[in-house]
């Protein structure tokens, strides 16, 4: 069984801050890791995947993850947050045993701030 | 390629009406996934194909709700009757399925469709 946790539904910042998503996750099995990001009445796109190779994954739009195993964390961070990066993110999960479902975490809403 | 493809975009109904949403995937991907999300439960996988065969539809809430895969560029999921409690935004996704050791399959998503039961 697998699962993600994503702390904070909402997270606020100023344009040019730091942003920092958090996600930790569950799993019995070597895990696959992927961010998708959501923006306003469209559907989930791919932002950065972990596939077990490099631990620090680099992703589209400057964003990037680190996979810590002992933490089982895998937080999306930009440096400097630009406001077309308001949307939701959702981090998920999934196993790379036999049919490859992923699992999705509630989802945290980025807001930006001029 | 255009992506994954969902029709309607919009669809509202009245309460006991049969609903019929509509999902292209990509061509040459094996893997076709539903999914419903509403504020208060998030994104819930329902139903998933492989090779145009329901491989787990533990996800589908009940039997009103049925789906099919009668090719593989084409899937249907069918609600029947509709009740208000099924307003969401329904998600077609599909995927590659990937071999061992290789890249993780990645999900690709459709525009959704938006579904009002009055």
């Known amino acids: 069984a697998q699962s993600v946790t994503q702390l904070g539904s909402h997270v606020s910042v100023s344009e040019g801050a730091l942003v920092l998503l958090r996600c930790n996750y569950s799993s019995s099995v070597p895990p696959y890791l992927f961010w998708y990001v959501q923006y306003p009445n469209q559907g989930l796109q791919l932002l950065l995947k972990?596939?077990?190779?490099?631990?620090l994954v680099k992703g589209i739009n400057g964003f990037e993850a680190e996979f810590k195993k002992s933490e089982t964390s895998f937080h999306l961070t930009k440096p400097s947050a630009h406001m077309s990066d308001a949307a939701e993110y959702f981090c998920a999960v999934s196993a790379d045993s036999g049919y490859s479902t992923l699992t999705f975490g509630k989802g945290t809403m980025l807001l930006v701030s001029p | 390629d255009a992506g994954v493809i969902q029709s309607p975009r919009h669809e509202v109904t009245e309460m006991g009406q049969e609903v019929t949403l509509r999902c292209k995937p990509i061509?040459?991907?094996?893997?076709l996934f539903w999914y419903r999300q509403t504020m208060m439960r998030g994104l819930e996988l329902l139903i998933y194909f492989n090779n145009n065969v329901p491989i787990d539809d533990s996800g589908m809430p009940e039997d009103r709700f049925s789906a099919k895969m009668p090719n593989a560029s084409f899937s249907t999921l069918k609600i029947q009757p509709s009740e208000p409690r099924d307003s969401a935004v329904y998600f077609c996704?599909?995927?590659?399925?990937?071999?061992?050791?290789?890249?993780?399959?990645?999900?690709?998503f459709g525009p959704g469709t938006r579904l009002t039961v009055l």
């Open positions: 972990y596939t077990s190779a490099a631990t």
């Open positions: 061509s040459g991907h094996d893997y």
């Open positions: 996704a599909s995927s590659l399925a990937h071999v061992a050791g290789a890249v993780a399959d990645t999900q690709y």
